[in-house]
């Protein structure tokens, strides 16, 4: 796996690992966090996340531009793993949110979620430019596609520890309180606070039961849900204190191994080199080529990646809702995804090497194709699964009595195979499409197209409200087959590419 290799991708890879599980230690909760912490509707804590998510891409542009221009692509990295940091710590402080200071507490974590956008912004879209150049080099060149699924993997190990640790913290705090989680509770115990004597019946009648499980006082209610929701949130802000620590570790392995990486585009001096018209006119054509070709493919990446994030926000309220996580919280579950990225990562470049060795190789752009069509394939199977069940709306749903409800919950073997077809994806898509911009972006242009994919990305990231707003007014397979029909038309487009971008890349 790690034959042939540059030696600088390891030191990059393990830097851009410790930045990972800082962020999705966040990112795991971040809906659910909103919700729970500000008593936010789903609806207006996706569009949060999307903004954010958005967000993160879009500076990721702008990372790249200054990185180009200043030459200095170390710099800027070290620049945004510090600018991270403070984000972060601004996350970590627990405060209670109330009536009088929410306009001002829910700004503020807004604004740290700005400063953990803009630093990753300076950060991933320059790092993976550095590894992109490790490949210009002609021995290692053949290797491209590889190295960045080995770089991938290496993200995806801080993914599959991060999302346990929110969900460790704040069962821990709960239960130095006497309390338990509950998934429903906190936004039962908001609807309390905000509308006492409004309260809908049933939820009523719900949240007083789960009061007494607890060994709480039904005679003072509100102090009940002031209290847990304090103790709730207080354990998730503990976490972040964890995404401080791994910045830092990252910002360390950075500054040791600086001097190993190279730096894209960074002019030496060289003779001056005279071209005729016809040349630079070639040349021009073939650079407008290339990018043209980049657009196409960031394109399809703008609908995977829509598709894709739900795991951030109609995916893992599906899993807090329609899911049995009476032993496993909803926010672990994304813990399956970068799991699978790992444990399949070398089972796909293996049979990617055996097709080359056998002269069947499969090409970027073909593979990135086969890759939406397998996301297709995991949205398929929920459709079928929830049309079966004949789930409603999730708010329909929530609206049930426990006993129903949980009666209509599926077990976790749903997640495990939804994951598995979107992580196959995942690999076909999200590495190469890496590759596949280091391989056709000019050379003076590597941070600014890396910059480009990632705001693709954020493109896709701003339609993730979509998700939760279907999910909760129709019934749940309709949201389902919305993200199939979009995974079936990227992929017949795709193919329908296919012959140009190969001539395009050769």
């Excluded at 912490?37 to 200054?66: D, H, M, P």
């Excluded at 200071?101 to 700005?114: H, S, Y």
């Excluded at 499980?213 to 003072?220: E, K, L, V, Y």
């Excluded at 399949?344 to 593979?367: A, D, H, Q, Y």
Aim: glycine residues 8%; proline residues 4%; hydrophobic residues 50%.
């Amino acid at each position: 796996m790690f034959k042939n290799q540059p030696k600088g991708l390891i030191p990059a890879a393990l830097s851009n690992m410790g930045e990972r599980f800082g962020y999705y230690i966040m990112n795991a909760v971040l809906v659910l966090f909103l919700c729970s912490k500000f008593g936010l509707k789903e609806e207006t804590s996706a569009i949060v996340y999307s903004c954010f998510y958005a967000g993160i891409y879009i500076l990721s542009l702008v990372g790249g531009l200054i990185a180009d221009r200043t030459q200095n692509y170390k710099g800027t990295i070290i620049s945004g793993l510090m600018v991270m940091t403070a984000g972060y710590v601004v996350l970590a402080v627990p405060i209670l949110a109330t009536p009088e200071n929410t306009t001002w507490l829910l700004t503020l974590t807004c604004a740290a979620l700005f400063l953990i956008a803009f630093g990753n912004g300076l950060f991933k879209g320059n790092l993976q430019a550095i590894v992109g150049q490790l490949y210009d080099n002609p021995r290692y060149a053949s290797q491209r596609d590889a190295g960045f699924q080995i770089f991938y993997v290496f993200i995806n190990i801080g993914g599959v520890a991060a999302p346990f640790i929110a969900p460790m913290l704040r069962s821990w705090w709960l239960g130095v309180h006497n309390l338990a989680y509950n998934a429903s509770l906190p936004a039962l115990c908001h609807e309390y606070l905000s509308v006492t004597d409004n309260m809908n019946q049933q939820n009523a009648d719900n949240l007083y039961a789960l009061i007494s499980d607890m060994g709480g006082n039904i005679q003072d209610v509100s102090a009940f849900c002031t209290q847990y929701l304090d103790v709730f949130n207080t354990g998730i802000h503990y976490s972040f204190i964890a995404s401080v620590a791994a910045m830092l570790i990252s910002l360390v392995i950075f500054l040791l191994t600086k001097n190993g990486l190279p730096s894209p585009a960074k002019k030496g001096k060289t003779e001056t080199v005279k071209y005729t018209p016809e040349e630079k006119a070639q040349m021009a054509k073939e650079i407008k080529q290339r990018m043209y070709a980049l657009f196409a493919v960031l394109g399809i990446a703008i609908f995977f990646w829509f598709s894709f994030h739900q795991n951030g926000t109609s995916l893992s309220l599906f899993a807090r809702d329609f899911v049995k996580t009476d032993s496993v919280q909803p926010e672990i579950w994304q813990a399956l995804n970068p799991f699978y990225v790992i444990i399949l990562t070398p089972v796909v470049m293996w049979i990617f090497s055996r097709l080359s060795k056998r002269g069947k190789e499969i090409s970027t752009p073909k593979k990135i194709a086969i890759g939406m069509g397998l996301a297709g394939i995991a949205y398929l199977f929920l459709v079928i699964f929830s049309a079966v069940k004949g789930y409603p709306s999730a708010n329909e749903f929530k609206e049930l009595a426990p006993a129903v409800a949980e009666g209509l919950k599926t077990g976790p073997w749903v997640l495990f195979v939804l994951y598995f077809f979107l992580t196959v994806a995942e690999l076909f898509i999200s590495p190469l499409g890496l590759s596949f911009v280091s391989k056709v972006a000019p050379k003076h242009l590597q941070g600014l197209c890396q910059g480009l994919w990632l705001g693709a990305t954020a493109v896709g990231n701003l339609l993730l409200w979509i998700g939760p707003l279907i999910y909760n007014a129709c019934p749940i397979w309709v949201a389902w087959t919305v993200f199939l029909s979009v995974c079936v038309v990227s992929m017949g487009v795709m193919f329908a590419m296919v012959n140009w971008l190969e001539r395009v890349t050769k």
